[in-house]
């Protein structure tokens, strides 16, 4: 049983471009979450989604972040235009139901802004 | 507005003694606690967890203390173990929050001396 998996593992993008961060729940959670962790800082709460709806994207930055989990595929962080501040590890975590049981983190994807 | 608060940055410890990890919650509306191991370059691993209903919750070489009325809690581990050294994680939620991210501290690096 595969755990939550996430791609790349690193990603180096220039300024401008459009970076996209993959995450694969484990099997049979439906719950995908994400989080953002900067450098020497905890984890931050960006964005809550189940298949084909977001329920909370409270932590998510108002403009060029964008998240989707569609009926079929992995969930989808997009940050367009990207600046040397998003340089950061993204993380995502998936759960079996609604809650803080089970939840289960991938190993991440370090994005680099150069 | 930091929810979730963990003092001390480090904490350096010799083999076989306790060490005691520290974090401090200031929502009362939270009602379960986390704690996550982290290595380098990898995603947090779940630990030990405890409900509000409880003070104190076990797992082996893991115990977690809850105090409710100091929004404290703590993390035991005993005895240490080099492999214990890694970067640890304390996270709340409110269970009735439907979006149930969880707020994280800034996390301890533990350093386990042979």
């Known amino acids: 049983n595969a755990g939550v998996m996430q791609n790349p593992r690193h990603l180096v993008r220039r300024r401008g471009q459009e970076a996209r961060l993959r995450c694969s729940p484990m099997k049979g959670h439906s719950h995908v979450y994400w989080y953002r962790q900067l450098p020497e800082e905890g984890l931050k709460f960006m964005v809550y989604l189940q298949k084909e709806n977001i329920i909370d994207e409270s932590g998510m930055p108002k403009e060029r972040f964008s998240a989707e989990f569609p009926k079929e595929g992995p969930s989808i962080l997009r940050i367009q235009q990207v600046v040397r501040g998003d340089s950061a590890a993204y993380f995502c975590?998936?759960?079996?139901?609604?809650?803080?049981?089970?939840?289960?983190f991938g190993s991440g994807t370090r994005l680099t802004v150069v | 507005d930091q929810q979730v608060k963990q003092n001390s940055p480090s904490l350096s410890v010799q083999e076989g003694r306790i060490s005691i990890l520290n974090c401090d919650y200031t929502?009362?509306?939270?009602?379960?606690f986390l704690w996550y191991k982290k290595y380098p370059a990898e995603g947090p691993t779940f630990l030990i967890s405890i409900s509000s209903i409880k003070d104190k919750n076990e797992d082996g070489r893991f115990t977690v203390f809850l105090n409710k009325s100091a929004k404290h809690l703590s993390l035991h581990i005993v005895p240490s173990q080099p492999g214990d050294s890694a970067v640890y994680f304390c996270a709340a939620s409110e269970t009735n929050n439907a979006g149930n991210m969880l707020t994280f501290g800034g996390g301890t690096r533990l350093m386990v001396k042979p």
């Open positions: 929502n009362s509306m939270f009602d379960y």
């Open positions: 975590a998936s759960s079996p139901k609604q809650g803080a049981y089970g939840y289960t």
